[in-house]
C-alpha cells in the first residue's frame, strides 16, 4: 500500500508525492508517455536514442551529470516499448537541483549535431554489446518481428534496423520532441522525507511556468489477430539450442492480464513450478524453463521457452513443453496451486514497496496506466481469480494459431 | 518574482551519514546476531554468513555447489516439499558465495516468519545432498558456466584475475565446465560437515523486527552449539603473478572485444583503501568519470567503461573493465593511458576534487534504500571485522581527501608499467 497526492500543474503536469521517513534520499522520477511504440517505423530505435540526447544538457545547465554530482546526485534513464522514465536520487535537501534539471530539460533541451554523432555511435556499442556480443542476444529481434506484422512491437528499443539510429538528423530530434516531451504527457513522482505539499510548491515553482503543447499523438495501428501457427528456425553460435514459444494475449486494461499473469506463475515461478518440476527435474530434456508475460500496455505476449540438454531431440522437447500446456488447458489448477501463485504475487509487492526507488517508478507507471490507484488494488484483481479463470483463460490464449516459435539452435551441439 | 533558471539552486551536503541503529545479540551458543530494525512494512531479510567461500574448497565448484545444494533436500524434507513450501509462503532464498564467504538469505513476511525460519534450519543444518538432485544441479549448472563462458567480457575477467594471482591461488582460479562431472555427495557432505556450523558464522537479520523475531531466530539457530567445525586456516598461498603484461585471449567470433587493466592492490583495511576508492571514482568510478567522459562521450567508443577497487579479505585489485569494437581496442586503451597519466601529472582541480566527494557523499546515502540494502552494507562491514563505524571512517576520510592526496597515490599505485592488460576479441 503507497499512500500518495496527486496533483495536477495548470499546464497538465500530474505530480505524485509519496512521504518516506527511512530514507535521508529523494527520488525525483519524470516519465514520458513515449516509447518505441509511438516510432516512425522507418525511423525506429529513436526514443531511445532520444532519451541519450536528453543527457546532452539544456540552455541554462550544462551538464546534468556535473551539476547533480556536485550535489550527491546522480541519475539515468531508460526506454522501454511503451514509455521513457528518468530518475534523479540525491539528497532531498537538495531537491530542487533535481527541479531545475528536470523544467529546464522540458523547457529547453540543447541537442547539437555533435551531440547526435557521439550518442549514435554509443548506441551502436550498446547494440553491440547487448544484442549482438551475448548469446541469445537477439531472440527479442527475431522474436518480435515474427509474432507482429503490424504493431510496432515488431521492433525492439533499439531498432528494426541500426541503420535507421544511423540516419538520424536534428530535424527528427527536434520534432520528436515537440510531439512528446510536452508537460502534460509527462507524470513525475516524488518520494523523500518531505511533506505533500511544500513539495508540490516546489515543482509549481519549477514546472508551472512551461508552456504545454499540443499532443498529437498518431493512432498506433492494432495488430489483427493471428489464425496461423508461425515459426522461425536460426542457427546460432551458442551452447545450447533454445525454444520460445509466444503466444498473444490480452492488453494491460484487460482483468484476463492478472489471469495470465498468475498462470505463467503457475508454469515457472519457483522451484515448486510445474515448468521446473515436470520439464527440468523429471525429464532429463531440459536445461532450464521459463514462462512470462511481456507486461505491455497494448496485447503482448506470453512466452514459454526453454533451454535444452545437448543432444535433445527438439521435437522431443516440444512435445513435451506442448504437454505441459496442454494439461494447463484441460484441468483445473487446485487451490492449493492457486493460493500459492497468489501468496507470492502478494509477498513480491510487498517487498518491491521497501524501495523508495521502486516506489517512485511504480507510481508514474500506474499514472502513466490511466489508473493510479490500480498499484494499491490491483492485488484484489489477483485475489479474486478463480481456478476456472485460469483454465478459461489457458483455453483462449495457448492456441497453437495465436503462437509463434523460434527455434533458436545450436550450431554446436546437434 | 520571476524565475531565474540561469542559477543553480543552493544546495549543501551532510556532514554525517545518518546509518540506522544496530543491536548485536550474542546467542546462547555463542552465534553473533546483528538486528536491525528498520522500515514499514511487515517484512524481514533474514541472512546467515558462512565463513566457507571457495577459498576453503580443496577441488573446483565444492564450495559454491554445497551451498547451491542446501535446499535440495535434507533428512526431514524433500526437495519438493522444501520449494513447496517456501513458495507458498511467498518467500524466497537466495544463495551467494564469494572467495571468501557464503551467504544464505531469506525473504519472508513477518507473519511467515517462523514457518520459513523453520525451513532454514533444516536447510542449513540438516542437507542430505541426494545425488539425483546433484545430478540435475551439475547438468544445468554445467550448461550455464558454457553460455556464461562465452561472453568476452567473462573470458576477459578471469584471464585477468587469473594473470594477477596465478590460476591455482584461491583468489585467482576459475572452474572449467568439465569440473563439475568431478563432483560428489560425499565432497559435498564433507564440505558442509567442515564449515557449517554455528561457530562459522553471523546472522544479520533487518525489516521489521521484534522480540517475537528475534526469539524465533534464537529458537532455530541460537540454542545449543550445532555443526561440528574442524575448520583449519587455508594456507596462504603464494601469488604468482603473471609475467606478460599484455595477454591477448582471441574469440574470433566476437564482435566486440572485452579489455581489462589492472593490477593487484590490497583490502579495506589497508590505509590507502579510501583514498584509492576515491581516485578510482574519478578515473572511472562513476558515470561522469574522466574515462567515461572522454571513451564513452566524447569519443563514442563504448557503451560504458568503468574502473573498480575490488576487495577480499587477504588482498584486492584495481580494474578498468570496457566492451568495445575489434577496431577500437588501440584507441581505447592510448585513450585509458592518458588518463591514467593525467591523474599522474596534473593535480585534479578543486572543482572535480569536491565534485567527486559530492558525489561519494550522494552514492553512500544512496545505499541506505531500504531493509535490503543496509543489510548488505552491514554484512560487508562485519566481514571486515567492524561495524558501521567503518562506514563512518570512511565518511570523515572522504572529506579530508587532497589534490595532493591523490597525486600522489596516482603514481604511487597505478605506474603504468605495473599494470596487466588483457583483452578478449577478434585479433
Redesign the interface.
Known amino acids: 500500500m503507497i499512500e500518495y497526492k496527486k496533483f495536477t500543474l495548470k499546464n497538465g503536469l500530474t505530480l505524485l508525492t509519496h512521504r518516506d521517513s527511512?530514507?535521508?534520499?529523494a527520488i525525483v522520477n519524470v516519465l514520458y508517455k513515449v516509447g518505441a511504440r509511438d516510432e516512425n517505423p522507418e525511423k525506429t530505435g529513436f526514443a531511445h536514442l532520444f532519451e541519450h540526447l536528453m543527457f546532452s544538457g539544456s540552455?541554462?545547465?550544462k551538464?546534468f551529470?556535473?551539476?547533480l554530482?556536485?550535489?550527491?546526485?546522480?541519475n539515468?534513464a531508460f526506454t522501454c516499448n511503451d514509455y521513457t522514465n528518468y530518475y534523479i536520487?540525491?539528497?532531498k535537501?537538495?531537491i530542487?537541483?533535481a527541479?531545475?534539471i528536470e523544467s529546464?530539460r522540458m523547457?529547453y533541451p540543447n541537442i547539437t549535431q555533435q551531440n547526435i554523432?557521439?550518442?549514435?555511435?554509443?548506441v551502436i556499442?550498446?547494440f553491440?554489446?547487448?544484442y549482438?556480443?551475448?548469446?541469445?542476444g537477439d531472440v527479442w529481434l527475431l522474436l518480435r518481428p515474427l509474432a507482429y506484422k503490424v504493431h510496432p512491437y515488431m521492433w525492439a528499443t533499439i531498432g528494426k534496423n541500426i541503420e535507421h539510429i544511423k540516419n538520424a538528423t536534428l530535424d527528427d530530434v527536434k520534432c520528436f520532441f515537440d510531439l512528446y516531451y510536452s508537460p502534460s504527457n509527462a507524470v513525475i513522482s516524488i518520494v523523500a522525507d518531505i511533506e505533500h505539499e511544500k513539495i508540490y510548491e516546489l515543482v509549481e515553482?519549477?514546472f508551472g511556468?512551461i508552456p504545454d503543447r499540443p499532443n498529437i499523438r498518431h493512432e498506433i495501428p492494432k495488430e489483427p489477430q493471428q489464425t496461423e501457427s508461425r515459426a522461425l528456425t536460426v542457427e546460432r553460435?551458442?551452447?545450447?539450442t533454445c525454444l520460445y514459444k509466444a503466444y498473444k494475449m490480452c492488453n494491460r486494461e484487460n482483468s484476463d492480464y492478472y489471469v495470465c499473469d498468475l498462470l505463467t506463475d503457475i508454469l515457472s515461478?519457483?522451484?515448486?513450478?510445474r515448468l521446473?518440476?515436470n520439464l527440468?527435474?523429471d525429464t532429463n530434456l531440459f536445461?532450464?524453463a521459463n514462462a512470462f508475460i511481456s507486461g505491455d500496455i497494448d496485447e503482448g505476449l506470453l512466452i514459454v521457452s526453454a533451454?535444452l540438454?545437448?543432444n535433445t531431440d527438439i521435437e522431443k522437447a516440444e512435445a513435451a513443453i506442448d504437454n505441459e500446456i496442454e494439461k494447463m488447458r484441460t484441468t483445473k489448477v487446485s487451490e492449493?496451486e492457486l493460493?500459492?501463485v497468489k501468496?507470492?504475487i502478494?509477498?513480491?509487492q510487498?517487498?518491491s514497496?521497501?524501495?523508495?526507488?521502486n516506489k517512485a517508478m511504480i507510481l508514474c507507471y500506474y499514472e502513466m496506466l490511466g489508473n493510479i490507484e490500480l498499484m494499491n488494488t490491483e492485488l484484489d484483481y489477483y485475489r479474486a481469480i478463480t481456478a476456472d479463470d485460469i483454465l478459461r483463460v489457458s483455453k483462449d490464449v495457448f492456441v497453437k494459431e495465436k503462437c509463434s516459435t523460434l527455434y533458436y539452435k545450436s550450431a554446436v551441439s546437434k | 518574482m520571476k524565475l531565474n533558471r540561469t542559477i543553480a539552486p543552493e544546495f549543501k551536503l551532510p556532514h554525517k551519514i545518518p546509518l540506522p541503529a544496530v543491536t548485536d545479540i550474542c546467542l546462547q551458543n555463542g552465534l553473533p546476531l546483528s538486528v536491525i530494525n528498520t522500515g514499514d512494512a511487515d517484512v524481514l531479510r533474514f541472512s546467515i554468513v558462512f565463513d566457507a567461500g571457495t577459498r576453503y574448497q580443496s577441488q573446483f565448484l565444492v564450495a559454491s555447489s554445497t551451498l547451491n545444494m542446501l535446499a535440495e533436500g535434507t533428512k526431514k524434507y524433500t526437495p519438493t516439499e522444501i520449494s513447496e513450501q517456501l513458495d507458498f509462503y511467498g518467500a524466497s532464498v537466495d544463495f551467494d558465495i564469494d572467495r571468501d564467504w557464503s551467504c544464505i538469505t531469506f525473504y519472508s513476511l513477518t507473519r511467515h516468519f517462523e514457518k520459513v525460519m523453520e525451513i532454514a534450519e533444516q536447510i542449513i543444518k540438516y542437507p542430505a545432498f541426494p545425488e539425483k538432485e546433484l545430478d540435475i544441479y551439475k547438468q544445468n549448472q554445467k550448461q550455464q558456466l558454457i553460455i556464461e563462458r562465452e561472453k568476452v567480457a567473462t573470458i576477459a575477467r578471469e584471464a585477468f584475475v587469473s594473470a594477477l594471482f596465478g590460476k591455482t591461488h584461491h583468489y585467482g582460479a576459475f572452474a572449467h565446465p568439465d569440473d563439475y562431472d568431478k563432483l560428489n555427495c560425499s565432497l559435498l557432505n564433507k564440505f558442509h560437515e567442515k564449515y557449517y556450523s554455528a561457530d562459522n558464522a553471523f546472522i544479520v537479520v533487518s525489516g521489521k523486527v521484534s522480540e517475537k523475531e528475534i526469539k524465533i531466530i534464537s529458537d532455530f539457530f541460537g540454542g545449543n552449539v550445532w555443526g561440528n567445525t574442524q575448520k583449519t586456516e587455508s594456507e596462504q598461498q603464494k601469488i604468482v603473478s603473471s609475467p606478460e603484461k599484455t595477454i591477448h585471449v582471441p574469440k574470433n567470433d566476437s564482435v566486440q572485444s572485452a579489455i581489462r587493466i589492472g593490477k593487484i592492490l590490497f583490502n579495506k583495511n589497508h590505509d590507502d583503501y579510501c583514498g584509492m576508492l576515491f581516485l578510482n571514482t574519478v578515473l572511472g568510478g562513476y558515470f561522469g568519470s574522466r574515462l567515461m567522459k572522454n571513451i564513452r562521450e566524447e569519443k563514442g567508443y563504448t557503451y560504458g567503461i568503468y574502473s573498480n577497487i575490488v576487495c577480499m579479505r587477504d588482498s584486492g585489485y584495481f580494474t578498468i573493465s570496457t566492451e568495445v569494437a575489434n577496431e577500437y581496442v588501440e584507441l581505447a586503451l592510448k585513450e585509458i593511458k592518458n588518463e591514467i597519466l593525467r591523474l599522474q601529472q596534473q593535480k585534479i582541480t578543486k572543482d572535480e576534487l569536491s565534485l567527486v566527494k559530492n558525489y561519494i557523499i550522494g552514492d553512500m546515502l544512496r545505499s541506505i534504500d531500504g531493509a535490503w540494502k543496509i543489510a548488505d552494507m552491514y554484512i560487508d562491514v562485519r566481514q571486515i571485522g567492524t561495524g558501521f563505524e567503518y562506514i563512518e571512517k570512511i565518511f570523515d576520510e572522504i572529506l579530508k581527501i587532497t589534490p595532493n592526496r591523490m597525486l600522489d597515490l596516482a603514481n604511487k599505485y597505478l605506474d603504468t608499467n605495473t599494470l596487466t592488460t588483457v583483452i578478449s576479441g577478434r585479433c
Request: charge should be negative; aromatic fraction near 8%; glycine fraction near 6%.
Open positions: 527511512s530514507s535521508p534520499m540552455k541554462n545547465v551538464s551529470d556535473g551539476e554530482q556536485i550535489v550527491g546526485g546522480e539515468n536520487t540525491l539528497p535537501e537538495n530542487e537541483t527541479l531545475w529546464d523547457l554523432d557521439i550518442q549514435r555511435s554509443v556499442e550498446e553491440n554489446q547487448r549482438l556480443n551475448q548469446p541469445y515553482k519549477w511556468e553460435n551458442v551452447p545450447l515461478s519457483g522451484k515448486s513450478s521446473y518440476q527440468v527435474k536445461a532450464g533451454r540438454l545437448p492449493y493460493k500459492k501468496n507470492k502478494e509477498s513480491s510487498i517487498y514497496e521497501t524501495s523508495i526507488m
